[in-house]
């Protein structure tokens, strides 16, 4: 590591995997030619401890904080990130709080030293989501017995994730369209169009248009965070989508 004490806001160096040093500059150089914004590249903005988490949770968090998506499925990593801070060990510290006080809900699905396993969602979202005749039927077909009962729905979801592993339902709950998932579980027999956040099999229109909108409001967020100075607002606040 080019520098012993990286704290976010402060301009140094980082070196990657293969020992390589970047300036912090030449790093949001690439991180904004991306589609996908990097909370990376806000991380230098919040040097309080509580609000670089707010900062990290609020753009993970973007579409279902717009009221477009159910749920987010976020891997936090015990391990220190590019701007020195270590986002397990913030969660562990301000997580439940920050989401206390949210419009957002957080299951853990997998908790271990290494990482955690978070399903940030909103209840109307996803319980609208699963009730639906369609999603229901499905759910029930992999062992949900009552899917319009988001309680017992989550836990057991939570009982099939494995050590690796997360159950390919899991784009119900992400809502990804019912046809990709069910083709990417060979439900039914479709070729895969395209990626996006997700593989999209068969007509593609209406699931790119989805996985845009998606994509857009992360950006929003993005945006707005840099114009921001308390990223805890925006946990609090749905954003228009």
């Known amino acids: ?14 070196e990657d995997l293969t020992g390589r040093s970047w300036s912090r500059s030449a790093v949001l150089s690439l991180l904004k030619k991306s589609k996908n914004r990097s ?6 903005k919040f040097p309080e401890e509580r609000d670089c988490l707010a900062s990290f949770l609020a753009l993970e968090a973007a579409e279902v904080l717009a009221g477009v998506k159910p749920a987010n499925l976020i891997r936090v990593v015990n391990r220190k990130q590019i701007c020195g801070r270590n986002l397990f060990l913030l969660w562990k510290k301000y997580g439940m709080d920050l989401i206390c006080g949210s419009n957002i809900k957080v299951e853990v699905l997998r908790g271990k030293d290494e990482a955690l396993l978070l399903l940030f969602y909103s209840s109307e979202l996803l319980e609208r989501r699963l ?3 369609c999603a229901s039927t499905f759910l029930r077909k992999v062992g949900y017995d009552n899917p319009a009962c988001l309680p017992s729905v989550l ?15 899991i784009g119900v709950f992400l809502g990804y369209p019912l046809k990709d998932v069910a083709a990417f579980m060979g439900w039914i027999d479709l070729p ?4 996006r956040l997700w593989k999209i099999f068969g007509h593609c229109r209406r699931s790119v248009a989805l996985a845009d909108n998606y994509l857009s409001c992360r950006s929003q967020m993005a945006h707005s965070l840099t114009t921001s100075s308390s990223p805890c607002a925006f946990l609090k606040t749905r954003m228009a989508a």
């Open 192 to 195: 895969v169009t395209c990626q």
């Open 155 to 169: 836990k057991h979801l939570k009982s099939r994730v494995g050590e690796n592993s997360v159950p390919h339902e």
């Open 39 to 44: 909370w990376i590249e806000l991380s230098w």
């Open 131 to 133: 009730s639906g005749k």
């Open 1 to 14: 590591m080019a520098s012993s004490n990286l704290y976010c806001g402060q301009n140094t160096t980082v």
